[in-house]
Nanobody, 128 residues
């Protein structure tokens, strides 16, 4: 059983930076891709970014490109999401999720239904 635990969400002001962490435990090896998704009140869960099992490939939704950076440390089983120039529209519950595969294609990582494991979410609120 793979367990994902997010942390780091809090209230910040527009323009601030914030770092979220996702710790993965219970799995074997690091052959899983990880994605970050977010869900704002009254809206559907949306893809934010993803990173391949090796960390060599990353992908971002256009709305966060240039502001968010995803990285991973497989030795520590941790995935980081560095967020800068935050905007009120970034307010949401942020979830990390994982799927066990070396395949990293947009049809795979953008679709929340392809993920096997999910964290409980962490709230990010950006005030204007």
């Amino acid at each position: 059983q793979v367990l994902l635990v997010e942390s780091g969400g809090r209230l910040v002001q527009a323009g601030d930076s914030l770092s979220l962490s996702c710790v993965v435990s219970g799995g074997t090896g690091s052959d899983y891709a990880v994605g970050w998704f977010r869900q704002a009140p009254g809206k559907e869960r949306e893809f934010v970014c993803a990173i391949s099992y090796s960390g060599h490939s990353v992908a971002y939704e256009d709305a966060v490109k240039g502001r968010f950076t995803i990285s991973r440390d497989n030795g520590k089983n941790t995935i980081q999401l560095e967020m800068s120039s935050l905007r009120p529209e970034d307010t949401a519950v942020y979830y990390c999720a994982a799927y066990q595969s070396t395949i990293f294609t947009s049809t795979r990582y953008r679709n929340s239904g392809n993920y096997d494991y999910w964290g409980q979410g962490t709230q990010v609120t950006v005030s204007s």
